[in-house]
């Protein structure tokens, strides 16, 4: 009788083991996504860029379908939506200050041609009088 009752308990415990203790949240997929991001995101052209946004707007797409999220699914999706846009916009703001500074370096160096050839006509004019 010992042995029964024993084995029935080590079957439920099993049985509440299996239900539970492998069991991934709904939001892990994006978790795991943005994670990737944020660590890849510094190497990936513009074009990739577009990829890993269309994936991204599928994984809300996909979490926004489930009706029974529970609060704090919710708070976890808006965290890592919080992120994914911290990293996408630091990706692009920096490449934006990259393209910047070289458009400000050519224009530097058009602008002190520029002045170079206004001194020079001075000289020029200067010497012929």
């Given at each position: 009788?010992?042995?029964?009752?024993?084995?029935?308990?080590?079957?439920?415990?099993?049985?509440?083991?299996?239900?539970?203790?492998?069991?991934?949240?709904?939001?892990?997929?994006?978790?795991?996504?943005?994670?990737?991001?944020?660590?890849?995101?510094?190497d990936y052209t513009e074009e990739q860029w577009q990829e890993v946004n269309a994936e991204f707007s599928k994984l809300l797409?996909?979490?926004?379908?489930?009706?029974?999220?529970?609060?704090?699914?919710?708070?976890?999706?808006?965290?890592?939506?919080?992120?994914?846009?911290?990293?996408?916009?630091?990706?692009?703001?920096?490449?934006?200050?990259?393209?910047?500074?070289?458009?400000?370096?050519?224009?530097?160096?058009?602008?002190?041609?520029?002045?170079?050839?206004?001194?020079?006509?001075?000289?020029?004019?200067?010497s012929e009088d």
């Amino acid at each position: 009788m010992k042995k029964t009752i024993l084995g029935a308990m080590l079957a439920a415990a099993s049985l509440l083991c299996l239900g539970g203790c492998g069991q991934h949240s709904r939001v892990d997929e994006l978790k795991d996504f943005v994670e990737k991001v944020q660590k890849e995101g510094s190497d990936y052209t513009e074009e990739q860029w577009q990829e890993v946004n269309a994936e991204f707007s599928k994984l809300l797409d996909k979490l926004n379908d489930y009706k029974d999220l529970s609060p704090e699914e919710v708070k976890e999706i808006a965290k890592y939506q919080a992120e994914y846009a911290t990293a996408a916009f630091k990706e692009h703001a920096g490449k934006f200050m990259q393209e910047a500074d070289k458009t400000l370096e050519q224009a530097g160096a058009a602008l002190e041609g520029a002045l170079e050839g206004l001194t020079d006509d001075d000289e020029t004019e200067d010497s012929e009088d």
